[in-house]
């Protein structure tokens, strides 16, 4: 089946300094999605890319698609406490796929705790 | 509703017991997905369904497991003779089915827990 490589598993960092999560795949992807979910709470759609090499922000937030559209990318400039929780990526579990056919497979997360 | 609703939101079980989950998906999603998620862990996959689509049941753990999807909205899934390992947060999450955007959005979850 599908392989959704994620590391690193855990990250701890000062408040202020930044953090990147790393998703691989196995195969060339239709897109990929990144999810965010809250100590107790549940994963949370942050946002979808599609197109090779395709960079977007959302204010703090930094995400990736790589060229060969195996491997994304988040990173967080400057960690927030609010930034606190596990962050997944998702892909289609069929690869050639949008994920409309057959669903999502998402990594096993990356944990980040801040330290104040 | 506004979103997907689950319930209940907490169950403890005795072990051996059967219990069955419930998913309300948002109206209009044709896609829904149940995951389940250990403490601490990622989202194993369990089932899929896709409109009037043969559900995809490759997650399922045991034939312990199975689940239904009425009229393409409410979906239980049920788990029977439950197991201690069987305890984790059940989620449902439900989507559009769309090629180009397949947002998931995830219910609160139930969390289950075999005693």
């Known amino acids: 089946g599908q392989q959704v490589m994620q590391i690193p598993q855990y990250q701890h960092v000062q408040e202020g300094e930044d953090f990147t999560t790393y998703c691989n795949s196995s195969?060339?992807?239709?897109?990929i999605q990144w999810y965010k979910q809250r100590p107790g709470g549940h994963p949370v759609f942050l946002i979808q890319l599609v197109k090779s090499g395709e960079v977007k922000k959302q204010k703090r937030l930094t995400f990736q698609f790589g060229e060969a559209k195996k491997n994304s990318s988040l990173h967080i400039t400057a960690t927030q406490t609010t930034d606190v929780g596990t962050y997944f990526c998702?892909?289609?579990?069929?690869?050639?796929?949008?994920?409309?056919?057959?669903?999502?497979?998402f990594g096993k997360g990356t944990h980040l705790i801040i330290q104040p | 509703g506004a979103g997907v609703s689950q319930s209940p939101s907490n169950k403890v079980t005795e072990k051996g017991k059967d219990v069955e989950l419930r998913c309300d998906p948002i109206?209009?999603?044709?896609?829904l997905y149940w995951y389940r998620q250990s403490l601490g862990q990622g989202l194993e996959f369990l089932i899929y369904f896709q409109g009037n689509s043969a559900p995809d049941k490759s997650g399922l753990p045991s034939d312990r497991f199975s689940a239904e999807r009425t009229g393409g909205s409410v979906s239980t899934l049920t788990i029977q003779r439950t197991q201690q390992e069987d305890s984790a947060v059940y989620l449902c999450?439900?989507?559009?089915?769309?090629?180009?955007?397949?947002?998931?959005?995830f219910g609160q979850g139930t969390r289950l827990t075999v005693v």
């Open positions: 195969t060339t992807l239709s897109n």
């Open positions: 999450a439900s989507s559009l089915a769309l090629p180009s955007n397949t947002e998931a959005f």
């Open positions: 109206s209009g999603h044709t896609a």
């Open positions: 998702a892909q289609p579990r069929q690869p050639n796929s949008g994920g409309g056919a057959d669903g999502l497979t």
